[in-house]
Structure formats: C-alpha cells, structure tokens
C-alpha cells in the first residue's frame, strides 16, 4: 500500500472518529436534559377521582396534583364529621376518642376547638350516659352548589344533617342543622390521611337551623331543599369574635322560614 493510500485512510478514520465525538456530545447533552427533567417532575402524583367518572375523561394534574371534585369534597365532610359526632354509648368518653381517632383529619385549629367544647360539655354535665348520632336529611343530599370554592385550596361544604341525641334511651335532641364545615388541602401525614384533607372546623362560619315544615316538605316530595343560586363563604353566618364553638346551638337560618319555637339543638 502506497503512503498516500495510507494517508487517506488515517484521514477518514480522522474524520469518522469526530463524527462519533460528535455523536456522543449530543448524546450526553441530551442524556443530561433528559435527567434534569426527569428530575423536576413530581416523585408522587395525587389524583382525585370522580365517582362519576366516564371512559374518554381527562385529568388534568399540575405539579404532582389534580383538582378535588365537589363530590369528594363533599363526601370527605361528611363522612369525618359525622363519625366525631357519633356517641355510641356514653357522650363523656365516645366523643374525647372520636376526637382522638380522626385527628389526622382534623387541623390543629379545628381539633383544639373540639377538645374545648369536650371540655365545656364535660363540666356542665352534658355528655355522662349521653349518646348522639347525626345523618343527612333525605332530599337534602349533594348538589353542585353545596360546596363552596374558597380559593384554590379550601372549601366551605354545606351539610344539612339531622342531629339526635339520648340520655339512657330517651330522646333529648332532635333537630335539623345546615353545618357550613371548612375543609382544606391538609398533606401533613400521608400513612393515616391518604385524603390529604382536613376538616378546619366552621372556619369563620357558624352553622343554620333548618325549620322544621321545610325540612317535613322536602322529604314528603312537596317541595326541593333550597340552596341560594350562589353560594359565598361571606354570605354565611358568622361568628363575632375569633373562637368558634363547634357544637353551640345553632342561630337560625337566614335562608329559610324560622319556626317560632324554641331551637331543639339549645334544649338539654
């Protein structure tokens, strides 16, 4: 082989090893974003599903989390509420460990006002031998404008509940009350609140007592449960001053007839 043929082929073999420099650079640039982005998306995602869900519907998620339906929200409300003020047996020891059970779903503002009317019912007398149950008045149940968006990480829910209380077997308390229960993102333990809600008590709010001839109308089909067209947090009853009683008596509602008795849920 002459000296120019081997000439021309170390220049070719020059030239297709910078090629393959080349190649490798663009490799490892693209290997390196590929790693810094992968880096930047969200190691968990949190999706809240519909129960409504249909085949062909989206989900949008925007860092690592998708929007809470209104159905969730509501039945996570629901659901935590009802279970803190179910007294099964006996009000002075049920509900200090109902408190004590759900208290990855409660914040600590809300679990605080819990534990003071505990507290208060204790000292007056109102929980020994005592048991108490709530449910959702029939043909009071979700509707979309129930919950109320208060920014992109809270809500205020509107429950209507009948409330009905025992002392050894014989009825004391029997009313129906609209609860507006603030609920809000709450990612602090994932092992014991895999919602990664948690009910804030009545934020600023206070809950409504229903009349009782509405209430009797709705469930005898005469007439449907009454919700404004629009609902907004400011336009619930609030509270005069900064501590909320998660239990009080409630102030009649202002979106309905008030009966001219006395309110059942203030009877002891």
């Known amino acids: 082989m002459s000296s120019k043929q081997n000439l021309d082929a170390l220049a070719a073999a020059r030239a297709q090893n910078a090629n393959l420099l080349k190649v490798i650079g663009v490799i490892s640039v693209l290997s390196a974003m590929g ?19 249909k085949a062909g519907s989206q989900l949008s998620v925007t860092d690592g989390q998708s929007p809470v339906p209104d159905t969730n929200v509501y039945s996570f409300a629901y659901y935590i509420w009802q279970q803190i003020n179910r007294w ?28 003071s009317d505990l507290q208060a019912r204790s ?3 109102e929980l020994r031998m005592r048991t108490r149950q709530m449910t959702e008045i029939p043909g009071f149940g979700f509707a979309s404008n129930r919950v109320v968006a208060d920014g992109p990480s809270a809500w ?17 308390k029997d009313a129906f009350i609209r609860y507006p229960i603030r609920v809000v993102r709450y990612d602090v333990d994932r092992e014991r609140n895999p919602w990664r809600l948690a ?3 009545y934020g600023a709010h206070r809950p ?6 509405d209430v009797q109308a709705v469930t005898e089909g005469k007439a449907e449960a009454e919700l404004p067209g629009a609902v907004t947090p400011s336009a619930l009853p609030r509270t005069t001053g900064d501590a909320v009683d998660p239990n009080a008596a409630p102030e ?13 849920a203030s009877q002891p």
Request: glycine share 4%; hydrophobic share 40%.
């Open 123 to 125: 000292d007056a007398g």
């Open 199 to 201: 009910i804030d008590c």
């Open 35 to 53: 790693m810094f982005y992968a880096h930047s998306l969200p190691k968990h995602l949190e999706l809240h599903l519909a129960p409504d869900i």
């Open 208 to 213: 409504a007592r229903l009349d009782v001839r």
């Open 156 to 172: 205020t829910v509107l429950i209507d509940m009948q409330l009905m209380e025992s002392f050894r077997g014989q009825p004391v």
């Open 88 to 115: 099964q047996a006996d009000g002075s020891k049920d509900y200090g460990q109902q408190i004590y059970r759900l208290q990855a779903y409660l914040t600590p503002t809300c679990r605080a006002q819990l534990q």
């Open 252 to 264: 009649a509602v202002p979106l309905q007839r008030v009966p001219a008795a006395a309110d059942p």
